[in-house]
């Protein structure tokens, strides 16, 4: 591998390892606040030099691009479904338990959260893999995956489903918007798929959980 592919997987390595740490600590200090700083420590030191480094780095043109082939239609109405599913899935069964400040705080936190990471997990593996595409598509799945892990770790934090479903489900709908940002080079799609589903599983998380 090149320098850069070497650096990438590296890098998301180092920072995962990080939050091994860093989420327990910061979630043992205060469960809310510690969440919410933890995900801002991975958005400054992977998301954010990731996007800069890698993902606008090797950009094609095709990056944020909304055009689609006209053989590709279908991954529209496919993503709105996985977003609608997950909201089926996740969210309706917990409509009891919502709050109107827990909603605000979702919508906030996704709309930073999809982009970042769609940028930075798909962008970044696509842009800098682009000769080795079996590679990083592989590569940047399974890391985006395992960063999830640290998240389980969280203390005062429970999740829907618990850890199972917050590491499966990451799996799941990592493979489905890697398979969409390296079909069609561009992370315009997945990103708004990736909000959506996050507006959904934040709510509910944070409702859950006593955020706001």
């Not at 590709?72 to 009891?96: E, H, K, M, R």
């Not at 079996?134 to 998240?151: E, I």
């Not at 079909?183 to 959904?200: C, E, K, M, P």
Request: glycine share 10%; hydrophobic share 55%.
């Amino acid at each position: 591998m090149r320098p850069r592919q070497l650096a990438l997987p590296a890098h998301a390595a180092l920072v995962i390892g990080a939050l091994f740490f860093v989420v327990p600590a910061l979630t043992n200090w205060h469960p809310q606040y510690g969440y919410l700083f933890a995900l801002t420590f991975y958005w400054l030191f992977f998301c954010l030099p990731v996007i800069g480094w890698h993902a606008l780095e090797g950009n094609d043109g095709r990056l944020f691009s909304e055009k689609l082939r006209w053989r590709d239609w279908w991954i529209i109405p496919l993503l709105l479904a996985q977003a609608g599913l997950v909201g089926v899935v996740n969210f309706v069964p917990n409509t009891s338990i919502l709050t109107s400040g827990s909603m605000y705080l979702a919508l906030l936190i996704a709309t930073i959260n999809g982009p970042l990471e769609e940028i930075a997990w798909r962008g970044g593996f696509l842009g800098t893999f682009r000769d080795r595409p079996r590679l990083g598509f592989w590569l940047g799945w399974g890391l985006f995956t395992l960063w999830h892990v640290p998240l389980a770790m969280s203390h005062g934090i429970a999740f829907d489903g618990g850890a199972a479903a917050l590491i499966g489900g990451a799996a799941l709908l990592g493979l489905l918007w890697n398979w969409i940002a390296w079909r069609t080079g561009s992370v315009f799609y997945v990103s708004i798929a990736h909000t959506l589903t996050n507006v959904f599983a934040f709510w509910v998380l944070f409702s859950r959980n006593g955020f706001a």
